[in-house]
């Protein structure tokens, strides 16, 4: 009987195509992707989540030319950008995939927050959101007088940004999305 079981199963495999995948690895079947995006005279940050891998773009004024910079435009290039990488464990990818679907970042009214006077100067900081093909591009433009962000974006940018900077310090980050200060925002978003 043992043996009749070890070839159905070897059966399956084989007419499926399935094969046993790594533990701790990223599968296809939940397709996400989130990307955080803001840059401005002196700062660039980009913050992405595709196909499994964590992916962080950001400027550092290493040799400190951007101090007493007074022009509207960047004091960096982007020779000047450093990007690292981490695949995520699927475990992760679970956790926000979760708060993406707890939050209702992808039910928001509107798209656009933030100042509104077109005419005014404001940085504007972008959070795409891709889930099983359903895309939200929300655009936040900041200034000191600004309403507040959606609960939605804060939480996702909170997020994004602690694992962007537990990547750079190496420290495991596993359970940042799960203990976030910002998490019990998602029940109160809509």
């Known amino acids: 009987m043992r043996i009749f079981y070890s070839g159905l199963l070897a059966l399956v495999l084989v007419v499926t195509g399935c094969q046993p995948q790594e533990s701790g690895q990223v599968s296809d079947s939940m397709p996400l992707k989130l990307r955080y995006q ?35 435009t960047p004091c960096w290039t ?8 981490r695949d995520l464990e699927v475990v992760e990818l679970e956790k926000l995939w979760g708060l993406v679907n707890s939050s209702g970042v992808l039910v928001l009214k509107g798209d656009t927050f933030g100042e509104t006077n077109l005419r ?8 795409t959101v891709n889930v099983d093909g359903a895309e939200r591009v929300l655009r936040y433009r900041s200034t000191p007088e600004a309403e507040e962000k959606p609960g939605a974006f804060i939480l996702l940018e909170g997020v994004l940004r602690d ?21 019990s925002l998602s029940r109160n978003v809509l």
Not at 48 to 64: I, Q, S
Not at 78 to 85: I, Q
Request: hydrophobic letters at 40%; charged letters at 25%; one cysteine or more.
């Open 38 to 72: 803001v840059s401005a005279e002196a700062m660039f940050t980009d913050i992405r989540v595709e196909n499994g891998v964590l992916a962080y773009t950001f400027f550092t004024d290493k040799d400190n030319r951007c101090a007493q910079w007074f022009k509207s």
């Open 78 to 85: 982007t020779d000047d950008l450093e990007t690292v990488t």
């Open 120 to 127: 005014k100067r404001a940085y504007t900081e972008t959070l």
């Open 163 to 183: 694992y962007a900077n537990k990547l750079l310090s190496g420290k495991k980050w596993c359970r940042a999305v799960c203990s976030h200060p910002m998490a």
